[in-house]
């Protein structure tokens, strides 16, 4: 990663701790929560969609093989 990125992850970081220690106890913990279940949803989401694609490009691949082999 570039010195950018982290630079710029850091401060997403610090925003968000910041946020968090600025709301009311229980307030700051449901807002981790959520924050935590976006993240599991979108990890999972793009991990499916890797698999997906690598399958559909595994099978191309396959194909065309077989085609410019003369295979089955």
Not at 12 to 26: Q, S, T
Not at 27 to 38: D, M, N, R
Not at 45 to 69: C, F, P, R, Y
Request: with cysteine; proline share 1%.
């Amino acid at each position: 990663m570039s010195g950018e990125t982290i630079m710029a992850m850091k401060s997403i970081v610090k925003k968000i701790g910041r946020f968090l220690r600025a709301e009311d106890g229980p307030t700051a913990v449901e807002y981790a929560f959520i924050l935590i279940l976006i993240i599991v949803v979108c990890l999972t989401a793009v991990k499916m969609i890797g698999d997906t694609t690598n399958g559909t490009l595994q099978n191309s691949g396959n194909e065309i093989t077989n085609v410019v082999t003369g295979g089955t």
